[in-house]
């Protein structure tokens, strides 16, 4: 049989002070983006398969676990990742809402298995979409409310890392060079392997190679990117990102922000900016997040058949809650009174208004002082006063 | 094909401003239990099924999603209640802990099938557990707190019902009622049939009917199950729960009690005084709660045979979000200023620091009181002051 305290891989309980913590820098964040106007919505655990799992949601099939409800009778799904929810509230029940919608969430998700990065299967998750917006501005208003509530937490040595995950595909296109020629590229790409670029790149290598290599800070990155040849649409597109670098820095002038103009993994149903935000010394991401479109998905996603409403540019971000308490410096915990059996309750009431956390003793003890220790507190209640102890 | 917006049944999507709502309640209702010292702690959404489904476990049952766990090859179910999973990490993770130990919860469970009176099957509960305490003290202490807390989140009308689920059971085993004819005098009682106790009663049916009457507010109540001749162990039930009575009075005066001493639905698994929680024209109940065992419980249920702790006297309760939102009445928004594009990051950083809410024009527009209006501001700004709509 096996011991209670035995959990399956990946799932852990928080316990005091951890829990807590957790709690209060969730509301925290949230309220940060409540204050930008994303207005918070509550998407249920589990779904129907069908639409956790198509268009945008077939990525996540094999990280999602699927049960039959005996209710409908049909395949539901315990929810992997929460913003193809969001896009699916914005494009249904509140398709009629006004755009630009700002919208933003909380709560837990589950995963199959966790990544070598991200071993948990329970992840919190906290998070923004903000719906029928193109402009520059949008991708640059989600940015700077995702650095500003992980400053306003207590996140320090913060970087956003830009990219562009249509930038390669477009110019691929423009050069024609045929689809299987382009998954290779794309491989090579993704191991950032300049020898392989040079040799199966054909006329892309010079521009590919050129690219790989400008990665880093934006300024430098940006002005070698603009310095290269580049086919029409993807010039259009670094210059859409230079103008939103340009609008960020309004917002956080100090925040470090870096380029990489090739990358693309976990960008798969990104049309646009998209951006990682990670901490110094901090292993992981504390959030990702860029630009898509919520609504009218490709035909062969099947969304399509039934999803009415437009294709609407969006973007937004996502946080999470298991990295970013990684990063955060814990404050002391509020002080602690040991009220003695027979305390008014009235004197417990003065304490907990002023902050105070107050234990009461339930029985009568010889010493308060020592069972006032005996219970973690830091005070005791003596002669009407807290003593310390 | 179905339509995105269709969920399952008993699931829905919390909108704006009810999701904000419901989170700010849930973070409330903790800080008071937090004030209490009631530390707290997160369990995850899923456990294997052995330790979510024995001992008290066993009575959801049927009311719990399983799933096999690739990762294990071993069966896990999501949590239908967390009271049991607190109690598993007090006796595992928490057992070297000091005693009593208070510890509190806000989470999210999911049933199979909902109640009538509860039709949903994803629930929010918030809860605390005292464990290791035997006292009067403790049971008052938590009906206290409960009450306090749905108090200060704006609850009006809000009564406890006390039970003593034992009761019964220790008279009739007092005066030898054999378990069969025992059984159809439970059935009697919960069904409140007085004819029936009165024919199947036996010599008990004079004790049965006479505390059956007696339900009622809990003074009267108590005075009149006083006055009836109890087998000891009984009498002994009773009078402490006169003792717990008269301590919840001294923290809650003016609290609305009620007594219905033959009550026991839902309290199978309960070993002592137990309650549940009602508002003034409120559709069902806001919470429950009670005294139990943690840890070692009857061999029977498997539990004992890898729970090395010893039985620990306990008493909690949960609330249940959505009917305590049913029972709120909700204050004004936040005001809304309207920033049109190009606003200085500064302004909105002043706006947000008092308390508004900023809503960012991301592209220019001709008429920005109109824009402001169509977005749902209550204020633009205009001359760098906010103008009401």
């Not at 198509?54 to 315990?78: K, N, Y």
Request: charged content about 20%; hydrophobic content about 45%; proline content about 7%.
């Amino acid at each position: 049989m096996l011991h209670p305290a035995l959990l399956p891989h990946g799932l852990r309980d928080l316990l005091p002070p951890d829990a807590q913590i957790e709690a209060d820098t969730v509301e925290r964040l949230m309220a940060i983006l409540g204050h930008y106007g994303y207005d918070r919505v509550k998407p249920p655990l589990v779904e129907f398969e069908s639409s956790l799992l198509e268009g945008p949601g077939v990525a996540m099939t094999h990280e999602t676990f699927r049960l039959m409800d005996p209710i409908s009778h049909r395949m539901i799904a315990v929810r992997a990742d929460m913003t193809l929810q969001i896009a699916r509230i914005a494009t249904t029940r509140l398709v009629k809402a006004p755009r630009p919608l700002r919208l933003s969430y909380a709560g837990q998700v589950l995963r199959v298995r966790g990544s070598q990065l991200r071993p948990e299967r329970q992840v919190g998750q906290v998070g923004a979409e903000l719906i029928g917006a193109a402009a520059p501005e949008a991708d640059a208003e989600v940015i700077a409310v995702a650095v500003e509530a992980l400053t306003a937490v207590g996140v320090p040595g913060l970087s956003v890392d830009l990219t562009l995950p249509v930038l390669v595909p477009v110019i691929l296109e423009a050069l024609g060079v045929e689809s299987r020629a382009a998954e290779r590229i794309r491989a090579a790409l993704d191991h950032k392997d300049a020898a392989a670029i040079a040799e199966i790149g054909g006329q892309a290598a010079g521009i590919l190679g050129s690219l790989m290599a400008a990665a880093g800070p934006a300024d430098r990155t940006l002005a070698q990117i603009q310095a290269i040849q580049l086919p029409e649409r993807a010039a259009a597109e670094v210059a859409a990102l230079a103008e939103i670098v340009r609008l960020i820095r309004r917002a956080a002038p100090d925040l470090m922000l870096t380029i990489d103009p090739v990358e693309n993994r976990g960008f798969e149903y990104h049309t646009g900016v998209s951006f990682t935000i990670f901490a110094r010394n901090i292993r992981g991401e504390l959030g990702r997040g860029g630009r898509y479109i919520a609504g009218g998905y490709p035909a062969e996603t099947g969304y399509i058949k039934r999803e009415a409403v437009e294709p609407q540019p969006s973007t937004g971000f996502t946080l999470y809650t298991d990295t970013v308490l990684r990063a955060l410096v814990f404050g002391p915990q509020p002080p602690r009174v040991f009220l003695p059996h027979g305390t008014e309750h009235a004197v417990g009431v003065e304490f907990r208004a002023d902050g105070w956390i107050t234990v009461a003793g339930l029985e009568p003890v010889a010493d308060t002082a020592a069972e006032a220790r005996r219970l973690g507190c830091s005070h005791v209640l003596a002669d009407g006063k807290p003593a310390e102890i």
